[in-house]
């Protein structure tokens, strides 16, 4: 099993920038590809960013590309989502998700979730 908690979600003006983390344990964090999704509203869970497990391949929403960069540090177990640029439509319920052998967009492929940490951007 592997236990995800997210963190670092708030309120924020737009423009501005906030800093998600996302703490593993469990299982050995740096054999797991990370991924952050996003869920607003009455919409369905849609996909923010992944990184593989080495930090060599990163993957981004085409609705935050140039904005969001995510990141790990596998000696902490964390992975980051940093978001620059923040905007109204950003508001969601942020969760990490994580699966061993994909960093993409199709959440079915994820195996383990967190419970999410609530952005805020305000206008």
């Known amino acids: 099993q592997v236990a995800l908690v997210e963190s670092g979600g708030g309120l924020v003006q737009a423009g501005g920038s906030l800093r998600l983390s996302c703490a593993a344990s469990g299982r050995t964090f740096s054999n797991y590809a990370m991924g952050w999704f996003r869920q607003a509203s009455g919409k369905e869970r849609a996909f923010v960013a992944a990184i593989s497990p080495n930090s060599g391949s990163t993957s981004y929403s085409d609705s935050v590309k140039g904005r969001f960069t995510i990141s790990r540090d596998n000696a902490k177990n964390t992975t980051y989502l940093q978001m620059n640029s923040l905007q109204p439509e950003d508001t969601a319920v942020y969760y990490c998700?994580?699966?061993?052998?994909?960093?993409?967009?199709?959440?079915?492929?994820?195996?383990?979730w967190g419970q999410g940490t609530q952005v805020t951007v305000s206008s």
């Open positions: 998700a994580t699966t061993k052998t994909y960093w993409g967009p199709d959440k079915q492929y994820y195996a383990y």
